[in-house]
């Protein structure tokens, strides 16, 4: 009743901002991601027979408050979905999770956290693997999580119906069909930032008169990419990883009170990717709901990229390339 898993995080190039159902983590419309290697959070789940509390460490710390709640949420789902058998036998866990890149990168490492706890906890409790049960339990946790259980490229599509049951990520082409695309994570700010995720887009769609179309054109902008991804064209992919991010930030800052998650830094280094274009090298951005952008390049354009973050102040830079699937391991955190 032990197990491990190691999941990585992931990047959308068409984003998730909304959702329908709060409770379930139902989004309003489908997304698009590529998973993270090198980077990785690996977990370990136990249950134990007793019953008690669950035992939760995130990062070396005991976790607390709403951080605990969640993992202990998704516990409760798998203890509710195993064999009637094993039932009784799922008592307290204990829980361990470790990451090997800074939170505060701005990569969601809720994602692969929470790929990491469904697929370690579903484990530990005897049930076979099932990607498609996995992304549905890592969704419960933190949306995004859903598109970390499979490599490579991966559309987490948005469902109809109420239960959220076709509400789960499905590989579209694996981390090897693309290995010469480059992800750059420009660090320009570690601040913590003003409104998470969470709040931001639930105030978005309560409150943005774009939101709409926002949902409406995501769903558009996922097929389109789709057959660019297919034929590898970076300037397709770029320009629609561009283009979304823009009208995530633009549906954002139109809620109120409107939501910035730019700073000066970020703007510089987007106007120096469209300047770096017009010399010949291939370099696109996308944003995630924090100021430190991502750059799409490949591997030929990828020392120009990073130069070019650094120039505009980027603290580190963290250089990624498509990974693979979140997958169980031998050897236990505790
Ligand atoms: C994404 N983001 O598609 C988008 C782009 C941020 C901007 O998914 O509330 O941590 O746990 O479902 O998944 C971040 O939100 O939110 C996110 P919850 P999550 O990657």
Redesign the pocket.
Known sequence: MKATAVAHP???L????G?RDERL?L?HQS?L?VTLGPLSVTTTVEFSVERGEDFVELNGRVAEGTERK?VVEALKLVRADAKQALKAKLGAARMVSKGDFPASAGL?S??AA?AALAVAARAAAGFARDVKAESILA?R?????S?SIEGGFVR?NRGRRPDGKDSFAEQLFDEAHWPDLRLLVGMVSREEKEV???D??RSTVDTSPYYPAWAKDAEVEVKGIVRHLERRDLEAVGETAERNAWR?HATALGANPPLCYLKPETLGVIQACRELRRQGVGVWFT????PNPVLLTSAKDEERAAELVRAHGASEVVRCHPGGDARLVAQHLS
Do not use: E, H, Q, T
């Open positions: 992931n990047i959308a068409v984003k998730y901002w959702k983590i989004p997304s991601s969640r969601a809720s994602a929470f969704r946790g933190s949306g995004s999580a598109r987490w998470k995720s969470r931001g887009m995530m944003l995630d709901a924090g």
